[in-house]
């Protein structure tokens, strides 16, 4: 089993959609949890962290369930800027990051 | 502010040949790791250095592989002798600190393309 899943996608959804990115990761003992963004042909980009009470910043809101293991993004009111890949990331203390495959996403007009 | 400065962007090579890629980290920053991205992998840790020491270095493929950061600006990842299957993008990145103590992003360089034919 892979350590961090994704649904790779695509999602194609029109302008102005919600959208919903789900992740699931394997190591129980992981602490902290991110998406990242990356455009076609470029670096990675931290789009923002995911905390346990759930976080949103804009347009977009994170939420994490350490029961299930299971971390998801929300996109509300897509935008054409939004079309990029998401990846899921995870981390214990003491080890470097583990990056999901990502989910890409485009949003069409 | 300088990001994090890779060279080359692009290289092209044939199989055998060394191929050295070169990674400037954000001045400051205490942490470097190099990645590798596939489509079929995705993105792969491939070593990360602290304060210029080699911590976790078992994401490094097989021992053509290897990296060297001789002082707090500067790394290499030399591939000898290079070998088709090692196509890839190769990100460089850097933090101030390991993510997951606290919340310091790791920023990406531009990454280098790389072709072995």
């Known amino acids: 089993r892979k350590e961090v899943e994704q649904d790779p996608g695509p999602f194609n959804v029109p302008e102005g959609a919600t959208v919903a990115f789900n992740c699931t990761y394997s190591n129980s003992a992981s602490q902290s949890f991110f998406w990242y963004r990356q455009d076609c042909r470029k670096e990675p980009k931290l789009l923002m962290s995911?905390?346990?009470s759930g976080n949103e910043d804009g347009r977009f809101t994170a939420q994490l369930n350490r029961a299930s293991q299971y971390i998801s993004l929300l996109i509300r009111d897509s935008k054409l800027s939004d079309s990029a890949t998401y990846l899921c990331v995870v981390n214990q203390a003491g080890t470097a990051l583990i990056f999901g495959k990502g989910t890409t996403l485009s949003v069409s007009s | 502010d300088a990001g994090v400065i890779q060279s080359p962007r692009h290289e092209v090579t044939e199989m055998g040949q060394e191929v050295t890629l070169r990674c400037k980290p954000i001045s400051g920053h205490d942490y470097l790791f190099w990645y590798r991205q596939t489509m079929m992998r995705g993105l792969e840790l491939l070593i990360y250095f602290n304060n210029n020491v080699p911590i976790d270095d078992s994401g490094m493929p097989e021992d053509r592989f290897s990296a060297k950061m001789p002082n707090a600006s500067f790394s290499t990842l030399k591939i000898q002798p290079s070998e088709p299957r090692d196509s890839a993008v190769y990100f460089c990145?850097?933090?101030?600190?390991?993510?997951?103590?606290?919340?310091?992003?790791?920023?990406f360089g531009d990454g280098t393309r790389l072709s072995i034919l």
């Open positions: 990145a850097s933090s101030q600190s390991k993510q997951g103590s606290g919340n310091q992003p790791q920023h």
């Open positions: 995911v905390y346990s």
